[in-house]
């Protein structure tokens, strides 16, 4: 349930660049950390931020994600562009080490995850929010095993026929996984994954952190790769005949970041340029 509760914080990133003066200023005196520098990840892992980059910190990246309307929570960290025409939001999920032996099948997971858009959506409903229905792969799920890194892009459509993508990294760690969630304009998806792939080269796991480190004895995950795409320890219960409803709440939930990012990307631009 923790789990459940902690990818809930990115839902929704409300549209708050127009007619909101007060966001915008707050916004603005965040410590936004100028690139070249390098951003400390939850304890666990560093990323050099580049010349032309910022970086927020955990304190600010929780005032930030507060001040578009999530609930308050901690260990977020968030990197971007100066220009902000995209974000990326990290945090860490202490699961522990999970085997990378496993196979992907990219149609069957698809159909995992249209199958969750029923129950996902009725909590939607319950708490307001309009539906939102998986279409395909924009990127079909793959894992690097060189980089220890999976990732996966999807489409996603809602009730009034808007197309929307979403495009998550997970990047596998010898205590848990880190996730990295891309916040971008579907018209600029691909430059920006491109953007953020290079950004990624820049992250690492702290000593004794990476995924070659284990050791016989550390805390090994119950669930695989498949799993961190479906929605983790929810996945697991669900193969284990517990929270069938939760499951698919908790996996259509971590696609709900790309349902009102398009707002939210243009108000960011314009308030750090006035910021400069």
Known sequence: ??????????VPFLAWGQGQPDVNLELKKLAWQNGPTEGAVAG?????????YVFL?????????????????????LIAPKSLEWF??????????????????????LK?????????N??????????????????????????KRLEWGVRLRTDRDEKLVNYTSRLLGRTGVMSAVLVSEPQSLDADIRDFKT????????????????????????????ALILGGAAAVATKKGFWAVIAGFFAAFWKLIAGVVVAAIAGLGSIFKKKQ
């Open 1 to 10: 349930m923790k789990q459940l509760l902690a990818i809930l914080f990115l």
């Open 44 to 52: 666990k892992a560093s990323i050099k931020v580049p010349a032309g």
């Open 57 to 77: 910190d955990e304190q600010n990246t929780k005032r930030f994600l507060e001040l578009n309307g999530n609930p308050p929570d901690d260990r977020h960290y």
């Open 88 to 109: 990326a939001v990290f945090s860490f999920n202490p699961s522990g080490y999970i085997k990378d032996d496993e196979k992907i099948d990219p149609d069957d997971l």
């Open 112 to 120: 995992s995850l249209k199958d969750s858009d029923g129950p996902g």
């Open 122 to 147: 009725e909590e939607r409903k319950r708490l307001g929010m309009r539906p939102l229905f998986t279409d395909g792969w924009q990127v079909p799920p793959h894992y690097d095993i060189d980089t």
């Open 199 to 226: 950004v990624l080269k820049n992250f690492s796991y702290n000593a004794g952190e990476s995924y070659a480190e284990f050791k016989s004895g550390d805390k090994v995950a119950e669930y695989g790769l498949a």
